[in-house]
Structure formats: C-alpha cells, structure tokens
Nanobody
Framework: QVQLVETGGGLVQAGDSLRLACEAS????????MGWFRQAPGKEREFVAA????????YYADSLKGRFTISRDNDKNTVYLQMSSLKPEDTAIYYC???????????????????WGQGAQVTVSS
C-alpha cells in the first residue's frame, strides 16, 4: 500500500499562483507514473496532468496547457503541480495518484491509477 499526501492547498484570489505537492511513502517512487486530477462539487473527477517515471515526459489537459505545470523530484519522493493565473473555475479538490507502468488504460482515465491521496482543497475567490 502506497501512501500519498497532498499539501499546499488553500484560499487564493483570482490571478494568484499556487503550488501543490504530493509526497509518497516507500522506496520505489521512481517506479511509478504520477498524475493529478481534480473534482469540483457535483462534477466528475477530471484529468489535470501526468508525467513519466523520470519526469521527462509530461501530459496536460488541453484546456490547462500553459497555465499548469507538473514536475517531480524522485530524490524527495514528491510530485508537484504549479498553478498560475488561477480562476474561480479552478476551485476543486485536487488529488494526486500513482500508476504502475504495466497498464493498458490511458493516463487521463482515473481507472489507470492504483493509489490516491486524500485530496487538497483549492478555493479561488473572485
């Protein structure tokens, strides 16, 4: 069982920036592909971003490219999500997730991921 803990959420104003971090327990962090998802009240969980085990390959939801950036530091067992120019529509609970390499399910599908954090609330006021 892999434990994931998100930090860095909070209340910000529109136009501000915020960085989320997700720290994983265990000694095999570099064996996992990582992803970020978010879920607003009354809506389904949606894909935000993902990266490869080394961090060299990244994927983003088309609507978020250029505004959100995913990165990882394997020495710290941590994946980050840098969010800029935040909008009220970004208000949601943000989840990080870990995915084992051997899967046929696409990276933007929540079912591709084996482990999930408890989520971090991000609220953007207008």
């Amino acid at each position: 069982q892999v434990q994931l803990v998100e930090t860095g959420g909070g209340l910000v104003q529109a136009g501000d920036s915020l960085r989320l971090a997700c720290e994983a327990s265990g000694r095999t962090f570099d064996n996992y592909r990582m992803g970020w998802f978010r879920q607003a009240p009354g809506k389904e969980r949606e894909f935000v971003a993902a990266n490869s085990r080394s961090g060299g390959t990244t994927y983003y939801a088309d609507s978020l490219k250029g505004r959100f950036t995913i990165s990882r530091d394997n020495d710290k067992n941590t994946v980050y999500l840098q969010m800029s120019s935040l909008k009220p529509e970004d208000t949601a609970i943000y989840y990080c997730a870990a995915r084992r390499p051997a899967t046929l399910i696409p990276y933007n599908n929540p079912r591709a991921y084996d482990y999930w954090g408890q989520g971090a609330q991000v609220t953007v006021s207008s």
